[in-house]
């Protein structure tokens, strides 16, 4: 499939989000098995890998990342944000963000209930009850991960309140 830029992944749902590779971009197994160390490729599956792009109008430069990655039944997300055209106020974006991750999490093969850490960050920490009235709501309270919540006084994007990493099993 053809790359996708940010600004293009920004337009997404979480439920039309694909297993995008970036054309021309050796695959992780192929990268490893290159070595010649003689020991066995290692077995990485990276989904939703963004190209090399201008980033206009959002940044200067938008980086080549990975938005999922696989590696011994772990699945590591990178940090999600709302949709650049779509900014509300922080239960808006929270809620964007939770249903892009529940899409990358479905892509990669697992789920919220499956989540082992999580890393927040909010643009001003009195939005933290706001915040949490919407991930509450949405996190596997039979499961919920470790989470530490900082702030972060800018996210890349002007207007953004929210960014979540997480990492979960299999």
């Known amino acids: 499939m053809a790359g996708i830029t940010r600004r293009e992944l920004g337009g997404l749902s979480a439920n039309v989000l694909g297993a995008i590779a970036f054309p021309g971009m050796p695959s992780a197994a192929e990268s490893a098995g290159r070595r010649n160390t003689g020991e066995p490729p290692m077995d990485i599956q990276r989904?939703?890998?963004?190209?090399?792009?201008?980033?206009?109008?959002f940044t200067s430069v938008a980086p080549i990342i990975s938005y999922a990655t696989v590696r011994d039944g772990l699945v590591y997300l990178a940090g999600i944000t709302a949709d650049p055209e779509r900014l509300g106020d922080v239960k808006e974006q929270t809620s964007?963000?939770?249903a892009r991750i529940d899409g990358l999490l479905k892509i990669a093969g697992t789920d919220k209930s499956r989540l082992l850490s999580s890393q927040v960050w909010l643009t001003d920490m009195s939005l933290f009850v706001a915040h949490n009235e919407i991930?509450?709501?949405?996190?596997?309270?039979?499961?919920?991960?470790?989470?530490?919540?900082?702030?972060?006084?800018?996210?890349?994007?002007?207007g953004m309140l929210v960014e979540i990493m997480v990492t979960a099993a299999k």
């Not at 991930?135 to 002007?158: E, F, I, K, M």
Request: proline share 16%; hydrophobic share 35%; aromatic share 8%.
């Open 135 to 158: 991930w509450n709501g949405w996190v596997d309270a039979t499961s919920p991960p470790t989470r530490a919540c900082l702030h972060s006084p800018q996210l890349w994007h002007p």
């Open 47 to 57: 989904h939703v890998v963004i190209g090399p792009s201008s980033g206009k109008p």
């Open 96 to 98: 964007q963000v939770l």
